[in-house]
């Protein structure tokens, strides 16, 4: 949601496409035929050259935006194949558009297995979209290119550090970040938060920063990750839930995303699981692409966070979703009746943070 108006923000507002997944990640038969039909649209509509930024030699325009999550992504959970990423890159080069890589997760990752000892991993799970775009085919600096490249990727100290540095860096192509570092912003500053870069470059010199990932965040997010999906498994796999990619060896993020079986509506389990069992969730049409819902739908989804919540709490949530979710079997609610009164809980179990 972060994203959607981040983007408006940006001028994209009444823009935006959704493009829904596919279990290796974005369905690239639907992206690449919907990039089609754009671009034929705005050569009838003499839609060929941009008019709302100033040529400036250090600038690109790309024809197309394509905004993902490639890694422990935000809400949907999965991870991006290499063979999607690949052709993600091969498809951007193809249509002149900018793959923005949102990678804040990458760092936040643990082996799956819950009977393993290990909770930390400090090698990534497969490249990034932006070093696959440096290397495939002649890389993105190839003899017949501009030499921007199509990928960026963006990360955040809010994850790695602490949510209040409001810091990230992104990476490109030397003629990207050089075009980057001539914005407004930066160019007239240096950087958009000068004093938080640099409390987070002695923390990088000194290794601290590294040591909290893979010591302290790793550990701790891969113990509350056990702990929600055995819970999941015990109390909702029998409901006839599930998790997407459930064989992954790898795992990390913040979020489980789940899916409702029966049709069953995630708005209704979210707001009778608020009332009844005081226990927060966000349904997943709150991540629908505004003005573009009907293309990726998220109706009969639920997003779980694991990063906020104490593990009893986990437990204890994950436990009452259950109760909601049988009582909605039993009546057999898809999605509009009223819920039961007088079942409110003590005790609030918030599964929803982070939007
Ligand atoms: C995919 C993704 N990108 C970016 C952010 C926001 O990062 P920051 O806290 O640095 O603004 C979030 C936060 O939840 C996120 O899920």
């Known amino acids: 949601m972060l994203a959607f108006r981040s983007f408006e923000d940006a001028g994209f507002s009444g823009k935006l496409r959704a493009v829904p997944e596919d279990e290796e990640g974005i369905d690239l038969g639907f992206l690449r035929r919907e990039i089609h039909k754009s671009e034929e649209k705005a050569k009838a509509e003499g839609n060929t050259k941009p ?9 690109k325009i790309y024809r197309h935006v394509i905004y993902c999550v490639p890694t422990f992504a935000n809400p949907s959970s999965r991870t991006m194949s290499l063979s999607h990423r690949k052709e993600l890159v091969r498809c951007a080069r193809e249509y002149d558009a900018l793959v923005i890589c949102d990678d804040v997760y990458d760092f936040l990752q643990w082996p799956a297995d819950i009977k393993t000892e290990r ?10 979209v932006v070093d696959i775009d ?21 990360a955040s100290f809010s994850k790695i550090g602490a949510p209040g540095m409001r810091t990230g860096w992104v ?19 240096g950087a958009p938060s000068q004093m938080s870069s640099t409390y987070i470059s002695d923390l990088l010199e000194s290794g601290a920063l590294q040591s909290h990932v893979l010591r302290t965040l790793q550990p701790a997010y891969a113990s509350r990750y056990r702990t929600l999906v055995s819970a999941i ?10 998790l997407p990619q459930p064989d992954r060896a790898i795992v990390g993020g913040y ?18 699981a608020k ?8 349904e997943g049409e709150m991540f629908e692409v505004p003005g573009d819902e009907e293309a990726a739908r998220f109706g009969d989804n639920v997003r779980l966070c694991f990063s906020w919540e104490d593990e009893d709490k986990l437990v204890e949530g994950v436990r009452r979703l ?24 003590e005790g609030k179990h918030d599964l929803g943070a982070f939007r």
């Open 51 to 59: 008019t709302f930024k100033p040529a400036r030699p250090y600038a």
């Open 119 to 128: 909770s930390s991993l400090d090698k990534a799970v497969m490249p990034r």
């Open 134 to 154: 440096r290397v495939l085919d002649g890389g993105a600096e190839r003899a017949d290119s501009d030499g921007f490249g199509n990928v960026v990727s963006n």
């Open 171 to 189: 990476e490109g192509t030397e003629k990207f970040a050089y075009g980057v570092a001539q914005t407004g912003g930066t160019w007239s500053g």
């Open 233 to 242: 498994d015990r109390y909702l796999v029998p409901l006839g839930i599930t």
């Open 255 to 272: 979020f489980v995303w789940l899916h409702l079986p029966d049709g069953l509506s995630g708005a209704a389990l979210a707001r009778r």
């Open 275 to 282: 009332e009844e069992e005081n226990v927060i969730v966000p």
């Open 322 to 345: 259950s109760g909601v979710v049988r009582r909605m079997q039993r009546d057999g609610e898809r999605g509009g009746s009223q819920p039961q009164t007088g079942a409110a809980r």
